[in-house]
């Protein structure tokens, strides 16, 4: 028997390769080169502890499941790294930006990991556990979801209005940039308790201002995000303390309308 018909490869959607390794019965995928045939052939209890073949199992369990049973090396959710330097968008701080992205933003990756362990929702898309998921998995799903499109939501590159079809959507809609920033900053600053401000786009291409209350994300409600404002406390209580507003007001000086211009397509 030849070493190729010994490997038993399938084509995957065109994207790698699936392996029955050689007398272990054992099956793992690899987007791109496949892993070395010596590997596989003596020592496929090894093949796991590089990052590479770590990465082809995700990818092997997120289509079969196969691989929960090394869940604690399959964290399927990761905190995103911050798109600016931690002392890039004063006056919001690098502390507040400590806890809320290495504290608060972490928990609720952790704890997504550990929610979703042997569930339906192992290795699905963080959007599809969104939109399908409820309560405590719902929870910590949003969250990661709304603080990662919140982070990049800031970092302003100078501009402080949006420009192109947005800029012009948001003239049709409010008449002015001026008064969408009205509206946004009004819902912002009264929504009750923690939750969030949304700008968003309906399914028939128009724009609105949304309140989410707690982890609420457009997506459960088949709009798409275009910029978010994060008003829990966690946000601006090290800088603004009580002052709601005045954290709203120093957002405008920091939006990324790149982003937000990028998500209204
Ligand atoms: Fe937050």
């Known amino acids: 028997m030849g070493e190729s018909s010994r490997e038993e490869r399938i084509r995957l959607w065109g994207v ?45 369990s997120q289509w079969t499941g196969a691989g929960r049973q090394r869940k604690h090396k399959l964290m399927a959710f990761t905190l995103p790294e911050l798109p600016f330097s931690a002392d890039a968008i004063a006056p919001i ?8 992205h290495g504290k608060h933003h972490n928990a609720y990756v952790t704890n997504l990991n550990k929610l979703v362990e042997g569930t339906e929702f192992a ?20 969250q ?3 603080h990662s499109f919140y982070w990049n939501c800031l970092g302003a590159q100078g501009r402080k209005a949006p420009g192109g079809a947005l800029g012009k959507a948001i003239d049709g809609k409010w008449g002015s940039f001026e008064g969408f920033v009205s509206e946004f900053s009004t819902k912002a600053a009264t929504l009750f308790g923690s939750g969030w401000a949304w700008l968003v786009k309906n399914a028939d291409g128009s724009l609105d201002i949304t309140q989410e209350p707690n982890a609420g994300c457009p997506l459960t409600s088949g709009k798409t995000p275009l910029l978010t404002c994060d008003v829990w406390e966690h946000a601006y209580y090290v800088d603004f303390r009580n002052a709601r507003p005045k954290y709203v007001e120093a957002f405008w000086g920091l939006v990324n309308w790149d982003f937000a211009e990028k998500n209204f397509g």
Not at 19 to 44: D, N, V
Not at 93 to 100: I, M, N, P, R
């Open 123 to 142: 290795g699905a898309s963080l959007e599809d556990v969104v939109k399908k998921s409820s309560g405590g998995v719902f929870n910590n799903a949003a």
């Open 16 to 60: 790698g390769h699936l392996f029955i390794i050689p007398g272990s019965g054992r099956r793992m995928c690899a987007r791109g080169p496949r892993p070395p045939l010596a590997a596989l052939r003596t020592e496929p209890r090894e093949l796991h502890e590089t990052p590479r073949e770590t990465a082809a199992l995700a990818f092997w």
């Open 144 to 146: 990661h979801y709304n």
């Open 93 to 100: 701080s690098a502390e507040t930006l400590e806890f809320h």
